[in-house]
């Protein structure tokens, strides 16, 4: 633990006076004062350019002063403290510059075991002197996990870090923590700290303010905004009080307020929802499928602006992994290595949600100008996340939207193959005079099986063209596809209200239209007039069941075949899907023309739809 204890020292400005505070070991620490020369006076006081006039400071009990001659202390600050002329592999494992040194493979096998260790990674031959500032850093870094202080004091970290090494940079910090060293974080931004540490120390006027977990500062930041200008401290009203209890209970209970079956509908309803609500410039969503390398990006508000707010596939997935929320304005770098510099909005908010393993969740919001967010505007975030999560679970989206279509595609493919094949044995068995003109039979056999076939191809043609990679797919556009193999032979109208279906049960619908449509085709070829076939479906009673119904203007059916207890193949594949399949009735008679009434349970669907 670091204590200060009534510590004052002989500073310029004289703010190092009577200060007071504890750092447990409790993961990173930062002290956060607005005062940047408070900082500065304090730092150097801790390297002892500036000598104590009272109070003592101690580390586990010992003398700081000690440790520090004892080189139990280390500090990574504006400055680095590096070999220039050393590379990065000796830096790191020699304390002084060496006059001369043997044993390289030694050496090279440490360093290796070291970057191992941590998922850094600098060149081991590299002077320090020809690397970027970003790396001397990152070496520095390295340098102080190898020598295993007991303090590490840090300052000006993430001015000179892309995010990706900021994320190991992160895990690297844990990493020292849990081997014992205590990390002490000074910084002037609140957005630095909360990304940084653990606990925050707040110190205003030279008082010492109290020690906050991070993630209550992240969570309502402009509560601790008049502390650090030393006034009263944020007092919330009653009204503000409701509306966040509200959000919290809508983050807590809110089920899935989407009905649409659309995956990018979906997400484009949530983003409008939450630009709106957080009075945002714009807001966008990433949704990852890492298995498939799909990426599904969503905007708000689609404009020239908006091409700018994108950021790339591999920060995604970086942004996406991180446990917490992150905040960026203009003025870091972090914001120059995701954003172009011509970039015309100054403050950006990350939520992220790793609904799985493979599926990746990030929500991104966008304000013109500065911003600090409220904590109802991340209860907002966070529900949002949630409710995008539900959605994807529910309609088992990751994966379909690549993987699904591709084989329907397939499918299609090898259906297509089987009917030019029929045909083809046809044309083969007429030619050698095996399947006579006047023999109709065999050749309507031949037909009737190349249409059914050719009715499933067209049904997994339609779904590989489905731009939505949801599970449901409407009535209508699947008798739509069957309809189109018989423009030909009959004019077909459709009259349909929505109704939904799972992808699985798309086939058989098909196939039980296609017999319905081709019987009546089959006998009609003798009709007088044109062939017309008008279908309809709607719910009847509302909610009960699906009702279809297949209405010709042809001869109707023959009686004395109703009769008959033999019915066709035909016949046979309707009844074993309507009745054991979808669970459902079916009834046919004459009414100028052939009727065919089709009534599938709504329940038995929404079942389906459930699974």
Same mark, same amino acid.
């Given at each position: 633990m670091l204590e200060l204890r009534r510590v004052s020292a002989a500073t310029q400005s004289g703010r190092i006076k009577d200060i007071n505070a504890q750092f447990e070991k409790l993961g990173v620490n930062a002290l956060l004062c607005p005062n940047a020369t408070f900082l500065d006076e304090l730092l #150097?006081?801790?390297? &002892?350019? !500036?000598? *104590?006039?009272?109070?003592?400071?101690?580390?586990? &009990? $010992?003398?700081?002063?000690? +440790?520090v001659r004892g080189g139990e202390v280390q500090l990574i600050i504006g400055q680095d403290t590096l070999f220039p002329n050393l590379t990065a592999q000796d830096n790191v494992l020699f304390s002084e510059e060496p006059f001369f040194y043997f044993h390289f493979r030694k050496r090279a096998v440490e360093y290796e075991r070291v970057l191992?260790?941590? &998922? *850094?990674?600098?060149?081991?031959r590299q002077k320090a002197s020809k690397m970027s500032r970003e790396? @001397?850093?990152?070496? $520095?870094?390295? @340098?102080?996990y190898y020598r295993r202080p007991k303090l590490l004091l840090l300052r000006d970290l993430t001015s000179c870090l892309s995010y990706k090494n900021f994320a190991i940079v992160l895990g690297l910090l844990d990493l020292m923590c849990s081997r014992g060293t205590e990390i002490l974080y000074l910084s002037s931004q609140w957005e630095e700290a909360v990304k940084i540490a653990d606990q925050i120390t707040i110190f205003s006027h030279g008082r010492n303010y109290g020690c906050f977990p991070a993630e209550q500062v992240a969570e309502n930041p402009r509560h601790f905004f008049p502390i650090m200008v030393g006034s009263h401290p944020y007092q919330v009203d009653k009204d503000e009080n409701k509306k966040i209890e509200v959000l919290r209970l809508i983050n807590e209970n809110m089920p899935s307020f989407t009905d649409t079956v659309d995956l990018r509908k979906s997400l484009h309803m949530f983003s409008?929802?939450?630009?709106?609500?957080?009075?945002?410039?714009?807001?966008?969503?990433?949704? %990852?499928?890492?298995? !498939? !390398?799909?990426?599904?990006? %969503? %905007?708000?508000?689609?404009?020239?602006?908006?091409? #700018?707010?994108? =950021?790339?596939?591999?920060? =995604?997935?970086?942004?996406?992994? #991180?446990?917490?929320? *992150?905040? +960026?304005?203009?003025?870091? #770098?972090?914001?120059?290595?995701?954003?172009?510099? $011509?970039?015309?909005?100054?403050?950006v908010v990350f939520m992220p949600n790793a609904l799985s393993n493979r599926c990746k969740l990030l929500i991104e919001v966008v304000y013109p100008d500065y911003y600090v967010y409220t904590e109802e505007e991340l209860l907002l975030l966070k529900w949002a996340a949630k409710e995008i999560g539900i959605l994807v679970e529910k309609t088992k989206l990751m994966g379909s939207s690549v993987l699904l279509q591709e084989s329907h595609h397939r499918i299609k493919n090898n259906l297509q193959i089987i009917v030019s094949l029929l045909e083809m044995e046809r044309s083969q068995l007429e030619e050698h005079g095996i399947l006579p003109q006047d023999t109709p039979v065999i050749s309507q056999i031949l037909n009737d099986i190349s249409q059914r076939v050719q009715s499933m191809a067209s049904i997994h043609n339609l779904l590989c063209r489905k731009n939505t990679a949801g599970s449901m797919i409407d009535l209508y556009s699947i008798v739509r596809e069957v309809a189109g193999i018989y423009e030909d032979a009959a004019a077909i109208q459709l009259d349909f209200e929505e109704m939904l279906i799972p992808y699985g049960m798309a086939v058989s619908f098909a196939l039980v239209a296609n017999e319905i449509i081709n019987n009546s085709v089959k006998h009609n070829r003798t009709l007088s007039r044109p062939l017309s076939i008008r279908i309809s479906a709607k719910l009847n009673p509302p909610g009960d069941l699906y009702q279809i119904v297949f209405q010709d203007n042809g001869h109707g059916f023959d009686e004395r075949a109703e009769k008959s207890e033999d019915g066709g193949i035909g016949t046979v594949i309707i009844d074993s899907i309507v009745h054991m399949e979808l669970c459902g009735e079916h009834r046919k008679r004459n009414q100028n023309g052939a009727r065919v009434e089709l009534d599938i349970p709504a329940s038995f669907i929404l079942e389906e739809i459930k699974k």
């Open positions: #150097s006081t801790f390297l &002892g350019e !500036q000598p *104590l006039t009272d109070g003592q400071i101690l580390l586990d &009990g $010992e003398d700081y002063f000690r +440790l191992a260790e941590t &998922g *850094l990674y600098l060149p081991a790396d @001397r850093k990152i070496l $520095e870094l390295l @340098r102080s409008k929802y939450v630009m709106n609500i957080a009075k945002a410039g714009n807001c966008l969503i990433y949704l %990852v499928d890492q298995n !498939q !390398q799909n990426l599904l990006q %969503v %905007v708000a508000k689609d404009d020239e602006a908006s091409r #700018s707010m994108f =950021i790339p596939q591999d920060s =995604i997935l970086h942004l996406s992994d #991180s446990p917490r929320m *992150l905040y +960026l304005n203009c003025n870091e #770098s972090m914001f120059a290595t995701l954003f172009p510099a $011509e970039a015309d909005f100054r403050t």
